[in-house]
């Protein structure tokens, strides 16, 4: 009696394996990555920009393909920076000479910001960029923070301006031109 109800059960999970396998056939499940349609998410704001112009106006319902597409999929490409902006055409002047001035004292020198730009957080709040310092200290500043005693003068999409005592410099999220 106990092995007829074993070959019952094995019988009944056989068959109930057939009809899934069956309805599966019929019905395969699409697993392939989402390829947005241009022409939906181009104006699906109603500003009629394409998606990566204005990033501060993308909506959800155009950022879902990024969220919906597998993380590890083939369509997915390696991020390549943008060309470096060309060299402007330098301007010739005539030398004047000037009077040399007095050599500075080396220890009014302000040192080179120790920081490296390694993230930027822009929306229609506020834009905000995440610096480490050599030390490794990670710190999230906005425009006009203060930072080692240089402050945060602009934040773009892949930079920041410093400024200390009339000295400006640039952090780049990624490197240009070979630098």
């Known amino acids: ?13 056989a068959a109930l394996s057939l009809l899934v396998g069956g309805y599966l056939l019929e019905h395969p499940v699409d697993v392939s990555p989402i390829i947005p349609d241009p022409t939906v998410t181009a104006t699906a704001s109603g500003t009629g920009k394409t998606p990566g112009e204005n990033v501060t106006e993308l909506s959800k319902m ?10 590890f999929s083939r369509s997915r490409r390696k991020f390549v920076p943008p060309p470096p902006p060309k060299p402007a055409k330098p301007i010739q002047t005539a030398a004047i000479k000037k009077p040399s001035a007095p050599p500075r ?4 020198a302000i040192p080179p910001p120790d920081f490296t730009l390694i993230g930027v957080s822009i929306s229609k709040e ?11 200290e990670n710190k999230w500043v906005v425009e006009g923070d203060s930072i080692n005693s240089w402050t945060v003068a602009d934040i773009d999409n892949d930079s920041v301006g410093l400024e200390n005592g009339g000295r400006s410099v640039r952090l780049h999220l990624y490197e240009i031109g070979g630098r």
């Open 105 to 108: 004292a080396t220890a009014l």
């Open 126 to 136: 506020a834009s905000s960029a995440l610096l480490t310092s050599s030390g490794g």
């Open 62 to 71: 155009e950022l879902s393909a990024t969220t919906e597409r597998p993380l």
């Open 1 to 13: 009696m106990r092995s007829a109800i074993t070959l019952f059960w094995l019988v009944g999970i």
